[in-house]
């Protein structure tokens, strides 16, 4: 049995923040991930991918932001059990909470955060007949590594950011990149739209607009791709490829979770975000991307913001009647339970009367 102050469930941004606001109020945590890693999508989907809208990061790539938190949370030396799903939420008759993940690995807690970031999730797949026969063998719906692509000839469907990012940034990797999409319009951010087009009159990349893929062909491995127009007069186009990406988004799935008696809206979790974030199971909290609420903005800095929020509701929860004073990590530093101790070094002003 695995005891904690607080359980976390996804090891995500979300999730490894919530350690580093714990360890400032003394509550130890664990995390649980069905992932073999900490990081959630962004190790699993995006690790080379630049993420622009973290404060005071111009720029970071997904991989380098996990690395970061995971540097700032060693000293509160979190637990971690991955590679397993949290299964099933028990209350005990002492009022704390038992998960036991699949693998039958029970913990325990008097307070469990769901940061679960969008649940489980499988890639939206193309309607191409033959399309599984070539997956692992050319055919991928998430890049991991660019690199895998250096000097290959790269297809990509899709009309959203993840389609226009990967393909502009292939562009200098990959020895061919061609973008289909099946309308003419995209449905991502301005300027990669009008830098991809801009690549296009280069020629660096091939665009096809009002397209889509329909066929694959190979042997052990695939060769290429048909391409069919909208426009009956253009018919199909023969497109040779080492790899076909289709970015279609991720389908969100709470799997499991969805079972627990929680409030359910639209695949996320109500809560309370008028307060502390809680669910409608007292003691159960949901922060990051799986929760909903009047104005939620799906974004990395607003799950940091609630993580903070709702660790305060949950000491006050874990230690009833305790008053806590919030200080600033300017003034009061940070303690780790490794011994460790982070403080503004303290000047000595020698008295003019001396």
């Known amino acids: 049995m695995i005891k904690t102050d607080i359980l976390i469930i996804g090891a995500g941004p979300t999730g490894l923040f919530t350690v580093f606001e714990a360890g400032l109020l003394k ?3 664990h995390l649980i991930d069905a992932l073999p890693q900490p990081g959630g999508q962004c190790s699993e989907i995006y690790p080379k991918k630049p993420i622009y809208d973290i404060p005071a990061f111009p720029e970071i790539l997904a991989g380098d932001l996990v690395k970061n938190l995971m540097q700032q949370i060693q000293p ?41 970031g969008l649940g489980s ?50 562009s200098e990797v990959a020895a061919e990149v061609s973008l289909v999409h099946r309308r003419n319009e995209f449905r991502g951010a301005l300027d990669s739209v009008e830098k991809a087009a801009d690549l296009a009159k280069l020629g660096k ?9 329909v066929k694959l062909y190979g042997d052990d491995n695939l060769e290429a791709v048909v391409v069919k127009h909208n426009d009956e007069a253009k018919g199909e186009t023969y497109v040779e490829a080492d790899n076909f ?15 627990w008696g929680l409030e359910i809206e639209k695949n996320a979790i109500k809560v309370n975000n ?34 903070a929020v709702m660790c ?24 780790g339970f490794d011994g460790s101790k982070k403080e503004a070094k303290k000047e000595v002003v020698q008295s003019i009367l001396a």
Do not use: C
Request: charged share 25%; hydrophobic share 40%; net charge negative.
């Open 312 to 335: 305060q509701s949950a000491y006050q929860l874990i230690n009833p009647g305790k008053r806590y004073v919030m200080k600033y990590t300017t003034v009061g530093g940070v303690e």
């Open 76 to 116: 509160f030396e979190p637990g971690f059990t991955l590679g397993e799903r949290a299964e099933t939420l028990d209350k005990l008759d002492d009022g704390s909470f038992l998960v036991t993940t699949n693998k039958g690995t029970k913990h325990q807690a008097p307070v469990v955060v769901i940061a679960g």
């Open 205 to 213: 990349i091939k665009l096809f607009t009002e397209a889509e893929v």
């Open 121 to 170: 999730f499988e890639p939206r797949k193309p309607l191409i007949p033959n399309l599984a026969d070539f997956e692992d063998k050319g055919v991928a719906y998430i890049i991991k590594d660019p690199e895998v692509y250096r000097g290959k000839k790269v297809v990509i469907s899709g009309g959203g950011d993840s389609a226009l990012d990967w393909a502009i940034f292939l």
């Open 245 to 259: 990406i289709p970015l279609f988004g991720l389908s969100p799935k709470l799997g499991p979770i969805g079972d």
């Open 27 to 29: 509550l130890k945590t």
């Open 274 to 307: 008028a307060y502390d974030y809680q669910t409608n199971i007292p003691g159960v909290y949901a922060i990051g991307d799986v929760n909903t609420y009047p104005g939620k903005l799906k974004l990395i800095l607003s799950g940091f913001h609630e993580a």
